[in-house]
């Protein structure tokens, strides 16, 4: 079935540790983003991409790195200069990227604790 | 002034009442409206999209859109315990259409 698959669905990091979490689908989507919601919250963008070897930051891109060396791969890092973390991270991707239909396509998320 | 502005509820319906969940933003540019619904520890899932003035009907839910007040609404006809959950409204940005700008959602519970 194609979809979205995040890994891993939990994650525990210790302060000053960068860590990956991958977001790959197979939907043959162009475009793919990186969300962060904190409880109570609504989703802010980190980063996103409409294609290939390319990337923009979205509103809360500090202390995150991305990369698009594949169409169906769309990894997130949360590097140690982020300074909270702590948060529930989805990856999603639509069909091109200007989503006029509107449907973006949600992994089933990553949730990172740093301890 | 957030872009896209919810409350945050909870809102408390009565099973088989109307829900009525609201929502403004801040961009008059956005073109394109979208609800979602997120049931805890999920990840949200697209259920209305709505792109012109006016209703939008789906089953039980109705979408409404007045781009003059900057307002987009979202009807739940004869509520059920299962539509109790987080409900997101997202709007386009106009400076990049790639981009889908989410407000923090309304608390939804359904009573019996």
């Known amino acids: 079935d194609g979809g979205i698959t995040q890994s891993p669905k939990y994650l525990f990091r210790k302060e000053g540790q960068n860590v990956t979490l991958s977001c790959e689908q197979n939907l043959n989507h162009d475009a793919m983003y990186w969300y962060r919601q904190d409880p109570g919250q609504g989703l802010r963008l980190i980063y996103y991409?409409?294609?290939?070897?390319?990337?923009q930051k979205g509103d809360i891109a500090e202390g995150y790195s991305v990369s698009r060396e594949k169409k169906e791969s769309f990894p997130l890092t949360v590097t140690s200069a982020q300074k909270n973390p702590t948060a529930f991270y989805l990856c999603?991707?639509?069909?091109?990227?200007?989503?006029?239909?509107?449907?973006?396509?949600f992994g089933e998320g990553s949730r990172l604790t740093v301890l | 002034q957030k872009e896209v502005e919810q409350n945050s509820g909870p809102l408390s319906v009565p099973e088989g009442a109307i829900a009525s969940l609201n929502c403004t933003y801040s961009?008059?540019?956005?073109?394109?409206f979208f609800w979602y619904r997120q049931y805890s520890g999920k990840s949200p899932e697209l259920i209305m999209s709505?792109?012109?003035?006016g209703d939008k009907e789906d089953g039980r839910f109705t979408a409404q859109l007045n781009k003059a007040s900057q307002y987009v609404s979202l009807l739940i006809r004869d509520s059920q315990p299962s539509d109790s959950a987080t409900y997101l409204c997202a709007v386009t940005a106009y400076s990049s259409a790639s981009k889908i700008i989410f407000g923090s959602g309304t608390r939804l519970s359904i009573r019996p």
């Open positions: 991409s409409q294609i290939v070897n390319d990337f």
């Open positions: 709505i792109y012109s003035n």
């Open positions: 999603a991707s639509s069909l091109d990227g200007i989503p006029v239909t509107g449907e973006l396509f």
């Open positions: 961009d008059r540019g956005s073109q394109s």
